[in-house]
């Protein structure tokens, strides 16, 4: 039985987040990040500013050897070629048999079934993170029961939109920072599945952990947004804000349900 919504969201408070933050800086985690060609240097840096390390090989030769070694493993499906088809499996094996969690972001599912099909297959492996828009839950679960059954199995989703959803065995959080200019970068949803990852290696809880991650980037995207003018001007501010963002600004703008 999870904690209801309200009581989950009242646990999410800036100075948790802002904890949570710092434990990232300070280890530093390395997230192995198997994501798609559009958003590979975007989210590296992403993951710099934060102050975590990225690593991006998708080499089914070499993926096991770096993924044991990182501390979480990011699955993003936006172009799924045939060598991120084979080194995919290999990656979330070698992350699950380390103990290190696995988040996974099924890009497009709903644009193809192909896809879908070989989403619906890593289920299986019960990954710690799936992270999606609504369109996306719909098409690779339209069952709710097949949600419920990987809540109870210890996966966490966290489902982004206007507001967003985190859902798990133990809390749900509804969480309504962002901007409308972080959708007009190609690559920001994919780069926040990173942040996601990278969180989740620091905590236990990875609901929590998801939750706070989600905030951090969405505050960072308020922050950029608010400085920027426009798509060009935000990517830089983007990265400056998650590289500066203090207790401040968190406790300033982190807005819930």
């Not at 044991?68 to 499996?89: C, K, M, V, Y």
């Amino acid at each position: 039985m999870s904690l209801s919504v309200a009581a989950s969201t009242q646990s999410l408070s800036a100075q948790t987040v802002f904890e949570h933050l710092q434990d990232v800086r300070l280890k530093s985690p390395r997230v192995h990040a198997i994501t798609n060609s559009v958003a590979q240097t975007f989210t590296a840096n992403i993951l710099l500013a934060l102050g975590a390390v990225p690593s991006m090989t998708i080499a089914p030769d070499e993926v096991a050897g770096f993924v044991s070694g990182a501390d979480a493993l990011l699955i993003n499906l936006g172009t799924l070629d045939e060598i991120r088809r084979g080194s995919i499996p290999v990656a979330i094996e070698a992350a699950q048999t380390a103990g290190r969690p696995v988040c996974v972001d099924p890009v497009f599912v709903n644009r193809s079934a192909i896809r879908c099909k070989f989403a619906k297959d890593l289920m299986v492996s019960k990954p710690d993170l799936v992270r999606l828009n609504g369109a996306e839950l719909e098409t690779l679960f339209p069952e709710r029961t097949e949600v419920e059954a990987l809540i109870a199995a210890g996966t966490v989703f966290a489902v982004t939109g206007e507001e967003d959803k985190i859902e798990s065995r133990g809390e749900d959080f509804r969480l309504l920072n962002g901007h409308p200019l972080m959708a007009r970068v190609t690559a920001t949803g994919c780069a926040g599945g990173a942040v996601m990852a990278a969180f989740t290696s620091v905590r236990a809880d990875k609901a929590l952990a998801s939750a706070c991650g989600l905030s951090v980037f969405n505050i960072a995207g308020e922050i950029a947004a608010s400085r920027a003018a426009g798509p060009g001007s935000f990517v830089p501010e983007l990265l400056d804000a998650l590289y500066t963002l203090s207790f401040q600004d968190i406790e300033i703008r982190l807005k819930s349900a």
